[in-house]
């Protein structure tokens, strides 16, 4: 028995119950139970290349097996993928 499978390994859960579970659905601690909330905060890699990601902007998200319309309240923070690993002092140069 393991007590711990992290995203990427197959795993198989027996239930002591007859419960009605399928594709999608959440297990939890009796302790840690999830919230349910109307604000949500998430780290996005965006690569579209037609539209950018910013704030005023209604998206499709998809969590579990669940879609619903989120609002983009605000874009904290932006990382050129391109320049990752790239040191600071060299990003600018130029002939």
Do not use: Q
């Not at 109307?38 to 879609?67: F, P």
């Not at 904290?76 to 600018?92: E, H, L, S």
């Amino acid at each position: 028995m393991v007590g711990f499978a992290s995203e990427s390994d197959a795993v198989t859960i027996r239930v002591a119950d007859d419960l009605d579970i399928s594709r999608g659905d959440m297990f939890s601690s009796p302790n840690e139970k999830p919230t349910i909330d109307n604000y949500y905060e998430a780290t996005i890699c965006w690569m579209g290349e037609r539209t950018s990601l910013k704030a005023g902007v209604m998206m499709r998200i998809k969590h579990m097996a669940h879609i619903a319309r989120a609002l983009v309240v605000s874009v904290k923070n932006t990382v050129d993928a391109g320049m990752i690993g790239i040191p600071t002092c060299f990003r600018n140069l130029s002939l």
